[in-house]
Each structure stands twice: as structure tokens, then as C-alpha cells.
């Protein structure tokens, strides 16, 4: 069985490709980061706080990841089209998109605010279209004589609280751009297990597990490089 330092994948199946990663210098995020960057890419990380920003790029560049970081907030359109753009301006290009950037917290329908509610929404929701938005056009181009499955892909990470369809949307990922979820359950060592479930799920998952175990950030991570490679 494969452990958390070896991957099934070679270590070339993202060599000239940039990513862009939306909550990409921590939890999932950062594991998705360093797993495109260990499988070729070049990567751009995109999130609010500089220091977390900072010292995930000085970790990518340890491990000779060609890496930058942007700070912005996916909430703010300007921010989205300004990082997006520093991208592009950075590496040349954007193939591959992923919108890890996510806001949660425990509130009892009572106690959560309009605003508490609408925050989560324009983070989750609004926040991932508006990247998708401003990304499609660079996602879209590609040299003439390209194969279909080098344009570009969009990973939306997602939970399982609530499965959802956006039926008679398919437009926007009709031209050779592949839109696929991926909806972690609970996953060890994340911001959303300390937050959400501090003990009982880590302690109960023995019991209450399929596997008998947490899921890894690694296996979003190896999810998320199997679909924006080309074998996806
Ligand atoms: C009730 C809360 C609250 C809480 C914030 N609010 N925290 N309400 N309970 N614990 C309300 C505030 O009162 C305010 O409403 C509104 O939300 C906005 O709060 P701010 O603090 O001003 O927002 P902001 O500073 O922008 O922070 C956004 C955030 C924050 C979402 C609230 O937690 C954050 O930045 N989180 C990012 C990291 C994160 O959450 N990662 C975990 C993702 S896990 P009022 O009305 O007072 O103005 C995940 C799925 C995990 O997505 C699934 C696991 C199984």
C-alpha cells in the first residue's frame, strides 16, 4: 500500500503545467500544492493571510517548486482578477485551476447571522465562481494543434454536507475546460477537523469509519493530480 511519501503517479505527469490554488498554503489546500509542484508544476497560491502565504512558498522552494504566493480574498472580484492576472504575468499561462479557499464554522441556525450566512456563501460559493469567471479565458487558450485533454481544469473542493447539480449549467465547461468536484469527508490534520470536530470523530474512527481511519490531505491531493492530468 502506498504511504504518504510515495505517490503512484510519475513524478513528470504535470511538467510544464501552472496551477493556481485558491486556499493553497494550508490544510488540503497546501497538500494539493505541494503534490502538483513534486509532479512538475509551477504553482501560484492565492489566500488572505501573508505569513501563511510566506512560509508555504519558502517550504515549496525548499523543495525546488517553482512557487509564488498573492494575497487576496476570493470574495473581492478585483482580488480574483488581479491574482489571476499576476499569474498569468508570473508563469506565462494558467492550465489548471483549484479553488480549496473555503469558510466554515459551527452555528445553530439561530445563532448564525444573515451575515454569518451570507460570508460562508460568498466564500464558498460566489468566491469559487468568481475565480472560475476570471480564470476561463486563460484556462480556454492553448496553442493550435492542442490534444482535448491538454486544455485546461478547474478541481472545485467541496464537502459531502451537501451534494448538489447545477443542471443546465454546462456551458461554461463545454469549450475544453473539465470541471470536476471533489468532496472530502473528514480529513486528519486539517482547519476544518480542528474546528468542526475536535475529538469525537478522531477518536471514534475506528468505529465509525469504512476504512477505520480519517482520510489524509494526501488523498485529495492524489484525487486532485489524477484529474488534472492528463489521464483525467
Ligand atoms: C457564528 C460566526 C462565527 C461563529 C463568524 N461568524 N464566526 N457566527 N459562529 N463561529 C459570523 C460573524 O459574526 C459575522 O457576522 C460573519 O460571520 C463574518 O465574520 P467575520 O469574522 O467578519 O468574517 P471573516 O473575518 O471574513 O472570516 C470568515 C470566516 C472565518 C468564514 C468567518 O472562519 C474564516 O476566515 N475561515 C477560513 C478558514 C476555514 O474556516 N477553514 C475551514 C474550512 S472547512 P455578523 O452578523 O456578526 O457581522 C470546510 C468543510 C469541512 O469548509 C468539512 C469537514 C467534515
Not at 27 to 36: D, H, R, Y
Not at 101 to 124: C, H, K, Q, W, Y
Amino acid at each position: 500500500m502506498a504511504t504518504s511519501t510515495e505517490s503512484p503517479f510519475k513524478s513528470n505527469i504535470l511538467k510544464g503545467k501552472v496551477a493556481l490554488i485558491t486556499g493553497g498554503a494550508s490544510g488540503i489546500g497546501f497538500e494539493i500544492s505541494t503534490q502538483f509542484g513534486k509532479h512538475g508544476a509551477s504553482v501560484a497560491l492565492m489566500g488572505r493571510r501573508k505569513q501563511v502565504l510566506q512560509s508555504a512558498v519558502s517550504v515549496l522552494q525548499s523543495l525546488s517548486i517553482p512557487a509564488v504566493a498573492f494575497e487576496g480574498d476570493v470574495r473581492k472580484q478585483d482580488d480574483a482578477a488581479r491574482v489571476i492576472e499576476s499569474t498569468f504575468k508570473h508563469f506565462g499561462k494558467i492550465d489548471i485551476l483549484v479553488n480549496a479557499a473555503a469558510g466554515n464554522f459551527l452555528a445553530a441556525a439561530e445563532d448564525l447571522s444573515p451575515n454569518g450566512f451570507r460570508t460562508v456563501l460568498d466564500i464558498d460559493s460566489v468566491g469559487t465562481f468568481t475565480m472560475c469567471h476570471e480564470a476561463l479565458k486563460y484556462l480556454k487558450k492553448g496553442g493550435p494543434g492542442r490534444s482535448s485533454s491538454s486544455g485546461g481544469a478547474i478541481i472545485n473542493i467541496s464537502a459531502t454536507l451537501h451534494y448538489t447539480a447545477s443542471w443546465y449549467q454546462i456551458h461554461v465547461s463545454a469549450a475544453k475546460v473539465r470541471v470536476n468536484g471533489i468532496a472530502p469527508g473528514p480529513i486528519s490534520g486539517t482547519p476544518g477537523m480542528s474546528k468542526l470536530a475536535p475529538e469525537e470523530i478522531g477518536s471514534k474512527s475506528r468505529d465509525e469509519m469504512p476504512l477505520y481511519k480519517l482520510g489524509e490531505k494526501w488523498d485529495i491531493a492524489m484525487a486532485a493530480l489524477y484529474l488534472v492530468s492528463d489521464a483525467g
